[in-house]
């Protein structure tokens, strides 16, 4: 919340030129009948994708020649506003001399960026992400039909936040690479959760199977176990010396939690690991006493030696630990 | 022609309104409070603006009329005060109130809520309002206070407040109404009607926005919600607003006067625009005519999305209102909407439109036929009315995952 959002932005000032141009006038509305298609030798797939009840429904008919696979002709009726209604009249023209294969692989950032008046703007505020799902969803229905097969056999992944069409596993190593804590920060780094934000948490705008709230706690859990894992089996051998720099600092900063910290925090002291430098002799762990233990004499003396003996011991013998 | 039908959303001010406000921002500008005469120049237009509140009420002299920023303040003002004095400092913990009040009462309660105070919102009927029996049987003798809404914003349908009032009076419970969309609609006699707290606005009743009131009957204690200088007999504090006071009045008193006549004359046009669109197939309005605001219709037109129709009206220069989910920044469905519609449809295919004494009949005619085109053209789009079905195996079932 800052100045520009003190008069929220009108909806419908948000849609690109083409958004509305489509849905005063658009192109392939209507419907393909059977008795025809069968005249010409092809062959009709009517699928549909939502209901009146939920709020959006879409119908998209393709008319197929079987010998090619190719779709020659497409129409859409839609139950649904304006953004639902230039959606899937652009998915329509997206499917049209495309073969089934080719058009099950266009996904609902196809038809919004084919809604762009500019390659940069988005054609519909975030929240209007949701109505080109529709179109994606559909069309997966419709070849599903066509080959004979479930319309979730062309999902190769999991689709946590169908606007912005991220996967559990990019979910999953986008928060570990980058340590994330907060939804806002999963938002920032992939967008998922920022359109119409149904997968954030249960309660939204539709049913989602995965939410980001248990994605993230999920996963921090796993983060978590793998941290002391690593400083169990750091411990236990002389890997500590073969390790990257981060792992070395996670385990070292593993057993301080585990050994150290809590006997500073009982004298109001505190103490953080710098930096870790390595040499062919000495393993230089730089730390800054925080708290009490700044300035305390024995900071210098007992308590270095005890932190020392005790990294020396469950890490590695050429640890020196260096207060700065 | 443009044509404005969401006049249950605000109205235009009345030029004669307008005409009374103007001499009280450069001219007559001085702070009442003040002693000398810049101050008391505004002073006999306030008692006159104050006396047309009361006058258009029937409030009794020994009652207050505070003058506030708006109805939210004066929603806000009742229920935290009544925390703050009954509950807090009482022996109280409970709050009644409605599924389908304004967001300033469904909000604030949500925030008591958050402190501990236990609320009861009660359900609707099919007509869209609480019955009053419903009312009694929640009411316990923990109740601090019951709020509920004089008429509904939404689909115009006037609540039971006489009969609620009857109930809160034996049960010896505060009763408090925000009376928005009632006050300038439809006569309100707060002498008739056993009510401690009307929560009112002037823009809703062709005054200036950023005015309202809070009547406090017999002038009972309701500790401030701005605290401040003495102003509003320390009730209210905060530098009168005279331009808008004296607006407030006068808006009032022309709502009011001749009340009968005028929603007659709203009440006939509206039927007509109803009839008309009613003569489209598969289309319902929501609540008995007899017991709605003269000017309200809230109209579900099968297989035509809410915010779609309210496109194409805008493109006809018309102005009306939905509560379809896709209209609202978090794609959430109406509250409204949800109580009292069947299947969840009408959350998405309800069309309000709201008329004031200034539609007239040419803009009625323009409208129905505008009304119709836009039913037809999104008809012709909507899957709803297609003929070819689908593939086999290729209907849908139920939503999907796109539950509400």
């Given at each position: 919340m800052a100045k520009d959002d003190l008069l929220g932005a009108s909806l419908w000032d948000a849609y690109s030129n083409k958004v509305t141009t489509l849905m005063n006038n658009p192109q392939h509305q209507g419907e393909i009948f059977e008795a025809d298609v069968e005249a010409r030798g092809n062959q009709l797939i009517v699928a549909d994708f939502g209901a009146e009840s939920c709020g959006d429904a879409v119908r998209l008919y393709w008319e197929i020649n079987p010998k090619t696979d190719i779709i020659i002709n497409s129409k859409f009726k839609s139950f649904g506003c304006g953004t639902a209604i230039a959606s899937s009249d652009i998915m329509t023209e997206l499917c049209i001399g495309k073969t089934v294969d080719e058009a099950v692989k266009i996904t609902n950032i196809d038809v919004e960026f084919a809604l762009r008046d500019d390659p940069e703007t988005p054609a519909v505020p975030p929240q209007k992400m949701h109505c080109s799902v529709m179109a994606y969803d559909v069309i997966k229905k419709a070849a599903g039909l066509y080959k004979g097969v479930d319309a979730?056999?062309?999902?190769?992944?999991?689709?946590?936040?169908?606007?912005?069409?991220?996967?559990?596993?990019?979910?999953?190593?986008?928060?570990?690479?980058?340590?994330?804590?907060?939804?806002?920060?999963?938002?920032?780094?992939?967008?998922?959760?920022?359109?119409?934000?149904?997968?954030?948490r249960p309660g939204g705008h539709e049913k989602r199977e995965y939410y980001l709230v248990d994605i993230l706690a999920d996963t921090r859990r796993e983060i978590d176990e793998e941290k002391m894992k690593a400083a169990a089996d750091a411990g236990g051998n002389a890997a500590f010396e073969d390790m990257t720099l981060v792992q070395q600092i996670k385990a070292i900063d593993a057993e301080i939690d585990e050994s150290i910290r809590q006997f500073l925090i009982m004298?109001?002291?505190?103490?953080?690991?710098?930096?870790?430098?390595?040499?062919?002799?000495?393993?230089?762990?730089?730390?800054?006493?925080?708290?009490?233990?700044?300035?305390?004499?024995?900071?210098?003396?007992?308590?270095?030696?005890?932190?020392?003996?005790?990294?020396?011991?469950?890490?590695?013998?050429?640890?020196?630990?260096?207060p700065i | 022609m443009q044509v404005y039908l969401d006049n249950n959303a605000t109205t235009m001010v009345d030029p004669l309104v307008v005409k009374t406000m103007t001499p009280f921002f450069s001219e007559i500008y001085g702070n009442p409070n003040s002693l000398h005469k810049f101050g008391t120049a505004a002073h006999p237009a306030i008692s006159k603006a104050i006396d047309q509140v009361y006058t258009a009420l029937n409030a009794a002299d020994a009652d207050d009329i505070v003058f506030t920023s708006c109805a939210t303040e004066s929603n806000n003002w009742v229920l935290q005060s009544i925390y703050t004095d009954y509950?807090?400092?009482?022996?109280?913990?409970?709050?009644?109130?409605?599924?389908?009040?304004?967001?300033?009462?469904?909000?604030?309660?949500?925030?008591?809520?958050?402190?501990?105070?236990?609320?009861?919102?009660?359900?609707?009927?099919?007509?869209?309002?609480?019955?009053?029996?419903?009312?009694?049987?929640?009411?316990?003798?923990?109740?601090?206070?019951?709020?509920?809404?004089?008429?509904?914003?939404?689909?115009?349908?006037?609540?039971?407040?006489?009969?609620?009032?009857?109930?809160?009076?034996?049960?010896?419970?505060?009763?408090?109404?925000?009376?928005?969309?009632?006050?300038?609609?439809?006569?309100?006699?707060?002498?008739?009607?056993?009510?401690?707290?009307?929560?009112?606005?002037?823009?809703?009743?062709?005054?200036?926005?950023?005015?309202?009131?809070?009547?406090?009957?017999?002038?009972?204690?309701?500790?401030?919600?701005?605290?401040?200088?003495?102003?509003?007999?320390?009730?209210?504090?905060?530098?009168?607003?005279?331009?808008?006071?004296?607006?407030?009045?006068?808006?009032?008193?022309?709502?009011?006067?001749?009340?009968e006549e005028?929603?007659?004359?709203?009440?006939?046009?509206?039927?007509?625009?109803?009839?008309?669109?009613?003569?489209?197939?598969?289309?319902?309005?929501?609540?008995?005519?007899?017991?709605?605001?003269?000017?309200?219709?809230?109209?579900?037109?099968?297989?035509?999305?809410?915010?779609?129709?309210?496109?194409?009206?805008?493109?006809?220069?018309?102005?009306?209102?939905?509560?379809?989910?896709?209209?609202?920044?978090?794609?959430?469905?109406?509250?409204?909407?949800?109580?009292?519609?069947?299947?969840?449809?009408?959350?998405?295919?309800?069309?309000?439109?709201?008329?004031?004494?200034?539609?007239?009949?040419?803009?009625?005619d323009y409208t129905i036929n505008h009304f119709k085109d836009a039913v037809f053209r999104l008809r012709a789009i909507s899957s709803s009315f297609a003929k070819q079905k689908p593939t086999e195996g290729g209907e849908v079932q139920e939503c999907e995952l796109h539950h509400h």
């Open positions: 979730e056999s062309f999902e190769d992944e999991i689709i946590v936040c169908e606007c912005a069409r991220v996967s559990l596993s990019t979910l999953q190593e986008v928060i570990r690479l980058n340590d994330l804590t907060t939804i806002e920060q999963i938002t920032d780094y992939t967008k998922a959760g920022g359109f119409c934000k149904s997968c954030i004298d109001g002291g505190d103490m953080e690991v710098i930096d870790v430098k390595s040499s062919d002799e000495n393993i230089d762990v730089y730390i800054r006493y925080l708290g009490a233990c700044n300035g305390c004499a024995s900071s210098a003396t007992g308590t270095l030696y005890a932190i020392e003996s005790t990294l020396k011991e469950k890490l590695s013998k050429k640890i020196r630990v260096l | 509950i807090v400092n009482g022996d109280k913990n409970h709050i009644v109130t409605t599924e389908v009040e304004h967001p300033s009462i469904l909000a604030t309660c949500k925030f008591l809520e958050d402190q501990g105070v236990k609320v009861t919102y009660l359900p609707v009927n099919e007509q869209g309002i609480v019955e009053s029996h419903t009312v009694a049987s929640f009411i316990t003798d923990k109740t601090a206070l019951v709020s509920i809404m004089w008429a509904s914003n939404e689909t115009g349908m006037i609540f039971p407040i006489s009969e609620i009032g009857e109930i809160c009076k034996t049960k010896g419970v505060l009763f408090h109404s925000d009376a928005v969309q009632a006050i300038g609609k439809i006569p309100v006699d707060l002498q008739n009607i056993h009510i401690d707290f009307v929560s009112m606005s002037a823009h809703k009743f062709h005054g200036p926005k950023g005015i309202g009131a809070l009547y406090i009957k017999n002038s009972q204690a309701l500790t401030p919600l701005l605290h401040g200088g003495e102003h509003m007999g320390g009730r209210r504090s905060g530098t009168l607003n005279v331009p808008l006071i004296v607006g407030m009045g006068k808006a009032i008193e022309l709502a009011t006067a001749n009340i005028t929603s007659a004359k709203i009440r006939a046009k509206r039927d007509k625009l109803e009839d008309a669109i009613l003569e489209l197939s598969e289309t319902f309005v929501v609540g008995d005519r007899d017991n709605r605001t003269p000017n309200t219709i809230l109209i579900s037109i099968r297989g035509v999305e809410g915010e779609g129709m309210l496109w194409d009206l805008n493109n006809g220069q018309i102005g009306a209102s939905t509560g379809s989910a896709c209209a609202s920044e978090e794609l959430e469905a109406n509250t409204v909407m949800l109580a009292i519609g069947a299947d969840n449809e009408l959350a998405h295919t309800g069309i309000r439109l709201s008329l004031s004494r200034f539609t007239t009949d040419e803009e009625i």
